[in-house]
């Protein structure tokens, strides 16, 4: 009688235990999912860097070809180019530094892959908000140009 | 079993297995190939004082390939060649578009009328070394695919030349620069065929498209 009680229990704390960690294809399986939120989230901003990228270089182009432009109308251009610049290069550096899973489970446990993805989420954020308010701001600019004089990239 | 259960039963497996094979399916979704006879000039294109029609040209171009060398149009003179844009870093699109041009560049591996011509669209960090590194990993060479780097400006201007002609929608999951588009230029330097570099039926039709680009009248 005792022996099976010890059996009981032994298989009860083995199936908490076991209970209580998600079995590798079911880690893998989470750790895939949250990856492909990250990567939505830079499909998802990562046409606006491509616009980014074209607007600059059409204002910087404007800047150039606009020798007589007021000083005060050109720093605020400038100020727009660099900002759009810094949020284009944010991306760019992001995809550089981004670590695909099988690289991360080299070293890193469950726990600490999903933190980095969730820190990475966090860095595309970032990453988005700078993309969206410049891009802004870049049209904003570039419209209040193009009324002052007549180009041909609308 | 008498003949009627006998018939039941292989009528049963046949039509089990009949259900079972999607190969009708399947051929009906792969792409027709079209064997075009010639391929259209793509591109804006202008009406000179004589009447004879100025079809849209890629201009010349200065860059810096994996090994280090200057390319310029000249050194692609006589040749058709195809363009992508990529850079190494990049995590969704580039991988398979860069095993797409290997289909292309394996398919006209011993044409030397061919060439391919991959720039980065992230010279910052895509320098010649890092190019080299990349061409190496796929065990190919220059000239006949030159992984090419220069100015961020200049990069990006050739890329607005390519995709006039080309890109339909600015708001591609990669970006104006970088939708993933395969482009045939012909020895003119005219731009003859494009494909979506993601998808393995419009690359099939793009490797036919060289093909009639290279060979008989196609590049007439």
């Not at chain 1, 670590?99 to 726990?111: A, G, I, S, T, V």
């Not at chain 2, 399947?26 to 009447?51: H, M, S, Y």
């Not at chain 2, 000249?74 to 860069?98: E, H």
Request: with cysteine.
């Amino acid at each position: 009688m005792k022996n099976i009680l010890y059996t009981l229990i032994t298989l009860a704390v083995l199936a908490v235990i076991g209970c209580g960690e998600p079995s590798i294809s079911e880690q893998f399986a989470k750790q895939e999912a949250e990856f492909a939120e990250v990567m939505k989230g830079h499909d998802d901003v990562m046409p606006k860097t491509g616009q980014l990228s074209k607007l600059s270089r059409e204002m910087k182009n404007y800047v150039v070809n606009t020798p007589d432009m007021n000083d005060s109308i050109k720093a605020r251009v400038n100020q727009t180019i660099v900002k759009m610049l810094d949020a284009e290069e944010a991306m760019f550096a992001w995809m550089a530094d981004i670590k695909q899973l099988p690289e991360l489970r080299k070293d890193k446990n469950h726990k600490e892959i999903l933190d980095y993805l969730e820190e990475q989420e966090e860095v595309m954020e970032k990453v988005k908000k700078m993309t969206n308010e410049s891009l802004a701001q870049g049209k904003e600019v570039w419209a209040g140009l193009a009324t002052t004089v007549p180009t041909d990239t609308e | 079993m008498n003949f009627t259960k006998f018939f039941l039963f292989t009528f049963s497996v046949v039509l089990m297995f009949a259900a079972c094979d999607d190969s009708a399916n399947t051929a009906g979704e792969i792409t027709e190939i079209k064997k075009r006879d010639v391929l259209p000039i793509l591109g804006n294109r202008d009406v000179a004082e004589n009447g004879d029609t100025i079809y849209h040209k890629i201009p010349d171009f200065k860059f810096v390939n994996q090994n280090g060398d200057t390319v310029t149009n000249a050194d692609l003179a006589g040749k058709a060649y195809v363009v992508d844009f990529f850079f190494i870093s990049c995590p969704t699109i580039c991988p398979k578009v860069t095993q797409q041009m290997l289909r292309v560049h394996d398919a006209f591996k011993n044409n030397d009328k061919l060439a391919l011509v991959a720039h980065t669209i992230d010279p910052k960090r895509d320098d010649v070394a890092a190019l080299k590194n990349y061409a190496d990993a796929l065990e190919v060479e220059a000239p006949k695919w030159h992984f090419v780097t220069g100015e961020k400006d200049d990069l990006y201007e050739i890329a607005d030349d390519y995709f006039s002609v080309a890109v339909e929608n600015p708001d591609a999951p990669g970006g104006f620069d970088h939708s993933g588009r395969l482009i045939l230029i012909d020895e003119n330097r005219h731009v003859r065929a494009f494909a979506n570099g993601t998808n393995p039926d419009e690359v099939t039709q793009f490797i036919a498209d060289i093909e009639t680009l290279l060979t008989g009248d196609g590049g007439r």
